[in-house]
């Protein structure tokens, strides 16, 4: 059992900056597929970054050159550094965890969630 806490997330001028954070506790962390998801209002969950138990990374197009997912296995913490925020940026962002990588269209596949941290970025 993995439990999954997001921090960081709040309100942002288009053009700014935002570090999420995620903590993991409870299971071996290190062993972990681990991710970023997004879901903004009226739209479907979308994936935004997967970092692999061997450090790759995935990123879905929108935010490439952008974002950067990085992960701390010794302290258990997953970040999503977010830079140029975009409007349509806006999101419910999650953390999630799974033994497996999926696809991002698989999102649902990934077994453990956060509960979700709010980005908003304003004009």
């Known amino acids: 059992q993995v439990q999954l806490v997001e921090s960081g997330g709040g309100s942002v001028q288009a053009g700014g900056s935002l570090r999420l954070s995620c903590a993991a506790s409870g299971s071996t962390y290190s062993g972990y597929c681990m991710g970023w998801f997004r879901q903004a209002p009226g739209k479907e969950r979308e994936g935004v970054a997967v970092r692999g138990p061997d450090g790759t990374t995935t990123y879905t197009d929108s935010v490439k050159g952008r974002f950067t997912i990085s992960g701390d296995n010794a302290k258990n913490t997953l970040e999503l550094q977010m830079n140029r925020l975009k409007l349509e940026d806006t999101a419910v962002y999650y953390c999630?965890?799974?033994?497996?990588?999926?696809?991002?269209?698989?999102?649902?596949?990934?077994?453990?969630w956060g509960q979700g941290t709010q980005v908003t970025v304003s004009s």
């Open positions: 999630a965890a799974d033994r497996d990588c999926y696809d991002f269209d698989l999102a649902a596949e990934y077994s453990y």
